[in-house]
């Protein structure tokens, strides 16, 4: 098992794993889902165009997550739920340019090319696409007793 040691805390934490990663991402879709049903349904009002549709729904999702992780100390809801946090590798504080690279280029390519959600089950640090841009890992901050990677 491989760990991130946050000096700063004298707190280890150890990388998450894919299992617990997806239930996480799998929750954060149904709030995306609810989010994006929101938006297309007030601008069904005035444009109905699958096109369209498409570019809001792609920024609804890139958006949830950029602000979430962003503003909530590295937690989308689902990983608040399942105890998870996205860190630099160098422990420093999350700078947009970092949530930027994590976030939107890597969820938006992987939303392309859904494959590369499997990154985690293969890679070194159990790193995502994103996490390589941005130079940042997710960890288990709460291990839940009965979940297991």
Not at 76 to 96: A, H, P, S
Not at 115 to 133: C, H, N, Q, R, T
Request: hydrophobic share 50%; charged share 25%.
């Amino acid at each position: 098992m491989e760990w991130v040691i946050k000096e700063d805390q004298a707190v280890i934490y150890p990388y998450a794993g894919f299992f617990r990663r997806g239930v996480a991402f799998l929750f954060d879709g149904l709030v995306v889902k609810w989010l994006t049903g929101a938006v297309l349904a007030l601008t069904a009002l005035m444009i109905e165009n699958s096109v369209v549709d498409y570019i809001l729904s792609t920024l609804v999702f890139v958006t949830y997550f950029v602000l979430m992780t962003k503003f909530n100390h590295g937690q989308t809801l689902g990983k608040m739920l399942l105890g998870l946090q996205v860190i630099r590798k160098d422990r420093e504080e999350l700078t947009w340019e970092d949530v930027l690279l994590r976030e939107a280029c890597g969820r938006y390519l992987t939303r392309v090319v859904w494959i590369l959600y499997a990154m985690p089950l293969v890679m070194g640090e159990k790193a995502s696409l994103g996490d390589y841009f941005a130079k940042t890992r997710v960890v288990k901050v709460e291990a839940f007793k009965g979940i297991e990677d």
